[in-house]
């Protein structure tokens, strides 16, 4: 089963922050938070991770908060090419296994 | 750079039938996952494999099977299809002992069971 628990939709105008919230309540210390983003028809595309601190990268930042219960994706200025569904998921400890649960489908408009 | 690259995009089985899908992990790549996307769903991982081997393994039946070849590239075969078995098969790639553990994902190939 998913050990994160995202909104199944969101919607964002263009050149607005899109604020995209994840739930990991039952996350271990030793697991890391990853977002990855499907655009339709396409394989999942790697976004941002983070373990504890909060994270920035040419795509987006990540906020985790202090307890690592939860966290926000940001993407500072949405595009119209940024609607997709993002997904929150927790790598399981010591392995490259991702489990992924159902994401959040992100549209902008115009 | 090429990506994963994945083979067939499309293919169209029956009840009962084998299939053999292909990936050729990202240039620098050595290990190998293989994901099952039902539609509206997110991707359930498969199974992994480095080295030749299958190192972990989701919770997939045995008709589902793997293999790495020695240029690192990989084939997913499931035999006895099933309709349920209809779904974008999504192949990725890392280097393994990778600190960053990102992986890369191909395109997916699309499978439907008739």
């Known amino acids: 089963d998913a050990k994160t628990t995202q909104p199944p939709s969101m919607d964002c105008a263009e050149g607005r922050a899109a604020n995209l919230p994840c739930n990991h309540s039952?996350?271990?210390?030793?697991?890391?938070v990853y977002w990855y983003r499907q655009i339709h028809s396409q394989g999942p595309q790697y976004i941002i991770h983070?373990?504890?601190n909060n994270e920035t990268n040419e795509m987006a930042s990540l906020i985790i908060t202090e307890d690592r219960k939860s966290s926000t994706l940001i993407l500072p200025h949405a595009t119209l090419r940024d609607t997709a569904v993002y997904y929150c998921i927790v790598r399981v400890a010591n392995t490259d296994k991702l489990i992924f649960g159902t994401g959040t489908r992100l549209q902008v408009f115009p | 750079d090429a990506g994963v690259t994945q083979s067939p995009t499309h293919l169209i089985k029956t009840r009962g039938q084998q299939v053999t899908l292909r990936c050729s992990p990202k240039?620098?790549?050595?290990?190998v996952s293989w994901y099952q996307q039902a539609l509206g769903q997110g991707p359930q991982f498969i199974f992994q494999y480095y080295e030749e081997e299958e190192r972990q393994r989701g919770n997939f039946p045995d008709r589902f099977s793997g293999h790495q070849f020695p240029n690192y590239s990989s084939e997913l075969n499931v035999n006895a299809l099933l309709l349920g078995d209809s779904a974008l098969y999504l192949c990725a790639s890392i280097p393994m002992n990778s600190g960053a553990n990102v992986l890369t994902f191909g395109a997916g190939s699309r499978l439907t069971v008739l």
């Open positions: 240039s620098g790549h050595d290990t």
């Open positions: 983070g373990l504890k």
């Open positions: 039952t996350i271990s210390g030793n697991e890391y």
